[in-house]
Structures are given as C-alpha cells and as structure tokens.
C-alpha cells in the first residue's frame, strides 16, 4: 500500500515510517501541512496519516479538501487531542477513522486492517513460500491446509522472513525491522523466536522451511 504520513514530530514520522516500512508499504512523509497537501494531491496515496496540528496548514483543512476529490485517500487522523468534539470535527471533515496519541504501532496496524477490510481497493498481497502461506489482510498463517496461530510478534518475524524468501537475513536486520529498536548484542530474543516459529511452522513436516545459516543469521526457503 502507498502510504503518506503527514506529521510535524519527527521522532512519530521516523516510527511509524519504520514500521510501515518492515510490514512492506511504500511510505512517504511531509513534516508540515502544506507540504502534506501537495503531496496528497499530486501523488497517488490510497491512505494518508494526518496530524491534526500542522505548521502552515492543519490536518481538518486538509482532509477536507482530500475529500473532495473523485478518488479521495482513506484518512486515518492522527492527534493529541481526545475530547469528543475534536473527533467529531476530524471525522465530520472527512476523516475515516481517528486516533489519538501516545498509541502503539499494533494499535494502528489494527486500524489499517480494518479499512482494508472495508475497502476492497485496498489489499494486501498474499505471501507464499512452498505450502506456506500468509494473508497479512486477514492476519492468518496456513500450512497447506493447515491453520496456524501465531502470536503477534511471531506474525510479524515469519512475515519478515517470507518478505525476504531465500536471503540470509542476520539478527541485527530482524531486530531493526520486527522489534523497532535495539538490543543488546548478546540478547538471545530473536533465536527464542525462531525456536517458537519452528516448533508452529516446521514441526511435523518432512520439510523445514526455516534455516540456520552458522555465524550470519536465518533464511526461509522452500
């Protein structure tokens, strides 16, 4: 999904840009309000994070004019503002969903599912390795026929890997793209969940799909 996040706190953009980056969207930013709207206007954006208070032009003027247009973006507003007035104002001006700061970055992962799941112009792409696959619209992972439950932070590191099929991806990529943020070297985090995918994804078939490579990190190859 192409994705454009309007926002004047960098240390947000570069968060949430970094996650929407590892879950596989082509994301772009613009740190002020009349920068957002011509990008919004002149790109092709199927949804838009916009803040709410804007240098030069806020987020209510924006989405209104987004609205107007014959193929308008999905708008998830994004502010620190919790009164029942200000969400009315955002969703009134056109917003299609609305939420409100500090918020985890599953939180609006959520919220992106669920106007994928309205939208049918919007989809996510299936990926598949061997009998393998996973739907990161629906958030399911099957194994042939098989369904399998992962957890939250399993999903996100099988999806990495399959995002990645057949390269040797080390630790330190997968800390920086599944977790977000540092560890420490000697953290044994990232092999205590690939032992958990293991034991969901391989155990019981004649095939391991997940690989060890000694000294250099993990690949997952039919």
């Known amino acids: 999904m192409k994705i ?21 969207h082509t994301v772009d930013s613009a740190l ?10 002149d790109g092709k954006y199927e949804l838009v994070i916009l803040d709410v208070m804007l240098p030069k032009l806020d987020g209510i003027t ?11 973006s999905k708008i998830i507003m994004l502010t620190a503002k919790d009164a029942v007035e200000d969400k009315i104002k955002g969703l009134d001006a056109g917003a299609d969903d609305y939420l409100t700061k500090p918020f985890s970055f599953e939180e609006l992962l959520a919220r992106i599912r669920a ?21 990161p619209g629906s958030h399911t992972v099957k194994r042939g026929p098989e369904e ?9 590191l099988l999806k990495y890997l399959m995002r990645n099929p057949n390269k040797v991806v080390s630790k330190t990529l997968i800390l920086e793209n599944v977790w977000g943020y540092d560890f420490s070297p000697e953290s044994n985090i990232v092999d ?12 019981g078939h004649k095939k391991n799909l997940i690989q060890t490579v000694h000294g250099v990190g993990f690949r997952l190859c039919e």
């Open 148 to 156: 399998i439950k992962l957890s939250t932070t399993e999903f996100k």
């Open 62 to 72: 924006i989405a209104k004019k987004l609205k107007t247009r014959p193929d308008p």
């Open 115 to 135: 106007l994928t799941r309205r939208d049918r112009g919007i989809h996510f792409e299936t990926l598949k390795i061997g009998d393998l696959t996973l739907d």
């Open 192 to 203: 205590v969940y690939i032992k958990y995918l293991r034991d969901k994804i391989d155990k």
């Open 4 to 24: 454009l996040i309007v926002e004047d706190e960098e240390k947000i953009v570069k968060f949430i840009k970094k996650g929407l980056k590892s879950e596989g």
């Open 32 to 41: 002020n309000g009349e920068d957002g709207l011509f990008m919004a206007q």
